[in-house]
C-alpha cells in the first residue's frame, strides 16, 4: 500500500481512537473505551507498515502533520471543536507547509 495512504488511514484510525477515547472519559461508556482501544490497535499495525517503507524520522514527522491536519479537520466537522486565536490557524498551515517538505524528494528508507 502507498506510504502517504497508510499515514492517512493510521491518522483516521487515530482520530477514531481518540474521539472515543474523550467519549469515555466524559460519560463512562465501555463501549467507548473498547472501540478506542481497538483503533489504537489499527494504528500500531498501520504505523509497522508505514516504517516497513520508511525511515523513523519521516514516518513520524508524516504521521504528526497528517494526523494534526486530519483530527483538526475532522473534530471541527464532527465534534463542532474550534481553534481560538489566529496564532493557532497560522501553526496549523505551518504544519501543513512542513507536509510537504517532509514529502520532497527521495524518501529514506
Not at 472519559?25 to 472501540?35: G, S, W, Y
Not at 510537504?100 to 528508507?109: A, H, I, S
Request: proline share 1%; net charge positive.
Amino acid at each position: 500500500m502507498n506510504f502517504i495512504l497508510i499515514i492517512i488511514f493510521l491518522s483516521l484510525a487515530e482520530f477514531v481512537g481518540d474521539s472515543n477515547l474523550k467519549s469515555y472519559a466524559r460519560n463512562n461508556r465501555i463501549r467507548n473505551l473498547i472501540i478506542g482501544l481497538v483503533a489504537y490497535v489499527v494504528v500500531i499495525k498501520c504505523l509497522i507498515q508505514a516504517l516497513k517503507q520508511s525511515n523513523l524520522i519521516i514516518t513520524n514527522g508524516m504521521w504528526n502533520a497528517i494526523e494534526t491536519v486530519t483530527e483538526t479537520t475532522l473534530a471541527y466537522f464532527i465534534l463542532h471543536e474550534r481553534l481560538t486565536n489566529w496564532q493557532q490557524w497560522v501553526g496549523l498551515g505551518t504544519i501543513v507547509l512542513g507536509i510537504g517538505f517532509l514529502n520532497y524528494g527521495k524518501r529514506p528508507v
